[in-house]
């Protein structure tokens, strides 16, 4: 993901990173498992995104995540599998559910419309948010946060971590254009991102 497909809601690598370290913090402090699994997976990303923003994770991983944090329970099974490994001290590679990608381009299609309310317009809850945090990524995770707890009731900061997947998933695939595009072309864009990358050879960074 190049800085050219974040910078829509301000998403410059520098904010970007920044945005999913304050997630992860926030997200590791609850004590709860799904938060904990959360908080990894913001980590992670971070950390690839500082090694080379144009070769971070997949538009599969990324929706496989935000499918994983808003389908209630996946996100605990997700850190109950972390935990066995860790136990068995097995050095093997997590796998999401195999049915997560499916679950986080649902949400998509379903909230599209809200997405969209959230984020496009002179009256949206990012042009509000702007004027508490400028026109950086959290702006716009914390206006999509607004409509995950509206129509999922997952609480904050839960939503603040599901919210800045979502967003990595829309500029992702999008490019600037969401607020432009129809939504059957939004999740065309997801699905032809998702089919390019599964024709290319796997990187060390396509698999969670």
């Not at 499916?102 to 299609?109: H, I, L």
């Not at 939503?159 to 967003?167: E, M, R, V």
Request: aromatic content about 6%; proline content about 4%.
């Amino acid at each position: 993901m190049s800085d050219s497909e974040l910078e829509k809601y301000g998403l410059s690598q520098a904010n970007t990173v920044a945005l999913l370290n304050e997630v992860e913090l926030l997200l590791a402090r609850t004590g709860v498992p799904g938060d904990k699994c959360l908080s990894t997976f913001a980590s992670m990303y971070a950390f690839d995104l500082r090694r080379d923003p144009k070769v971070a994770y997949s538009m599969e991983s990324t929706i496989e995540i935000l499918g994983i944090a808003v389908t209630p329970g996946q996100a605990n099974e997700a850190q109950a599998g972390f935990d066995r490994l860790s136990r068995m001290n097995v050095h093997a590679m997590w796998r999401a559910p195999e049915k997560a990608s499916e679950w986080g381009r649902q949400f998509v299609a379903r909230f599209i419309g809200e997405i969209r309310k959230a984020l496009c317009g002179e009256n949206s809850e990012f042009a509000k948010q702007q004027k508490e945090h400028g026109a950086t990524p959290k702006a716009a995770a914390v206006a999509l946060a607004t409509t995950v707890m509206s129509q999922t009731g997952i609480d904050s900061p839960t939503a603040l971590g599901a919210a800045t997947f979502l967003l990595l998933v829309l500029a992702h695939a999008t490019k600037k254009s969401l607020c432009t595009m129809t939504d059957a072309e939004v999740l065309k864009a997801i699905d032809d991102k998702i089919a390019g990358q599964l024709d290319e050879p796997p990187t060390s960074r396509e698999t969670i």
